[in-house]
């Protein structure tokens, strides 16, 4: 499914922004990042209720929210 290869991508690629902003891999900010990213991302392909669905969208969305806002503050882009 390419919408998924590219929702795969996204942690990634993030990885190389972390380096470029001189986080060093593996250390406590690094891996909260990939683990947030990684959860945000995943896509479950049993769920087909619209209702759920929603939910599961809304809750993804104030995640990567916070995680945006986690960086901001410390200066990252």
């Known amino acids: 499914m390419i919408f998924q290869r590219y929702l795969w991508h996204i942690p990634h690629e993030f ?5 470029k902003n001189r986080v060093k ?4 900010p690094w891996v909260y990042a990939m683990a947030e990213l990684l959860e945000i991302f995943a896509l479950r392909d049993l769920v087909d209720d619209l209702k759920v669905i929603r ?3 809304a809750s993804k969305e104030k ?5 945006i806002g ?3 503050q410390r200066g990252l882009e």
């Open 15 to 19: 990885k190389w922004y972390l380096g």
């Open 25 to 28: 891999s593996k250390s406590s």
């Open 55 to 57: 939910q599961m969208v």
């Open 63 to 67: 995640r990567l929210s916070e995680l």
């Open 70 to 72: 986690y960086w901001r």
